[in-house]
């Protein structure tokens, strides 16, 4: 239907006096009808009247002490009935949303998110089946482009954007040097940056989280790494060094939440652990969904109750 005609049943307040023709049809009576709505019965004969006028056609005739619906009005009663029962179906389905027993959460992250974000969402889809979920994980580049372009519900950042986006505090993200377990530098006790810088390298791709933080690193104390290597993701880098190729400065989830892997290690190198944090994010004016809010509801709950547990195992 095009825009004009559906102007021309909207501008008269056509949704409640709707509600008016109905309740008449089913009573047989205006006074019927007034008495159910607790509207005087010449305001329901003023809405059933410019109702009429917009339809074009007369919708009721009176036999006796009973007003009946004609032809117009017949056709009108069955659209009525779609009507309502189409409000009925949207509030349903709004009332799900709210409840969180339907509706739907596309949750992207970085490389290195994917390490931890499957975990969180299988407690948040054990709390709420109905909600379907979706995980896209991609590098910085195309995280912050789908951000831009507002493409997800949510979105989780090491490095979250520095302009037009509400973040929120996820929890530590800590930053450390992997090396092989038979690295010369494994084992030894507070390691100089310094020495880092002779060492081969091995870089994420450009415009990566994870290169941010070590160039940073490196242009903070004037120092150059020797990049041996420049690799696209986190697992690419952590097999290149099980494989001798070289160090490289990765977060600490790369072994994932709990678990150690003999062959790597992390290298006892002064300054490190580097501060770093994990964010949701989204952008400025958007309206975040219930299923995207209960979920940063359940992480925060979540991930606290984790924290707690490794202090108490510490």
């Known amino acids: 239907m095009s825009a004009s005609r559906i102007r021309r049943y909207l501008r008269h307040g056509t949704a409640s006096q709707l509600m008016v023709f109905d309740s008449i049809v089913r009573f047989g009576s205006f006074s019927r009808a007034a008495e159910e709505l607790h509207m005087a019965q010449p ?3 003023a809405q059933v009247k410019k109702l009429s006028e917009t339809m074009g056609l007369p919708l009721f005739e009176q036999i006796g002490k009973r007003v009946y619906p004609t032809q ?7 659209a009525c009935a779609e009507v309502f029962d189409a409000f009925e179906r949207l509030d349903e389905a709004l009332a799900g949303l709210r409840d969180l027993t339907v509706g739907r959460l596309q949750l992207a992250v970085s490389t290195t998110g994917k390490y931890f974000a499957p975990r969180l969402l299988a407690g948040f889809n054990q709390r709420y089946p109905g909600v379907e979920i979706s995980l896209q994980i991609h590098n910085r580049r195309t ?10 519900d949510l979105y989780i950042f090491a490095n979250p954007p520095e302009s037009n986006a509400v973040t929120q505090l996820i929890q530590p993200n800590p930053m450390v040097v992997f090396a092989r377990s ?21 870089m994420r791709e450009a415009g990566s989280g994870t290169r941010m933080v070590a160039e940073r690193e490196f242009a903070r104390r004037g120092l ?3 990049v041996r290597m420049e690799l696209s993701t986190n697992e690419a880098v952590k097999q290149a060094i099980l494989a001798g190729l070289g160090i490289s400065i990765l977060s600490r989830y790369t072994l994932g939440l709990d678990t150690e892997q003999r062959r790597l ?6 300054g490190f652990p580097l501060e770093s944090n994990w964010y949701f994010a989204y ?27 490794r202090r108490l195992a510490a």
């Open 182 to 202: 038979d690295h010369p530098l494994a084992g030894q006790r507070r390691i100089r940056f310094e020495q880092l810088e002779s060492e081969p390298f091995l």
């Open 72 to 78: 117009a009005g017949l056709h009108l009663q069955q």
């Open 43 to 45: 305001t329901v004969s």
């Open 143 to 152: 995280l912050l482009e789908r951000f831009a372009e507002n493409v997800d």
């Open 283 to 309: 952008p400025v004016g958007k309206r975040v969904q219930p299923p995207a809010r209960a979920f940063m509801d359940f992480v925060r709950a979540e991930v606290g109750v984790l924290t707690e547990d």
């Open 265 to 270: 290690v992390t290298l006892d190198v002064e």
């Open 224 to 226: 150059r790494p020797t």
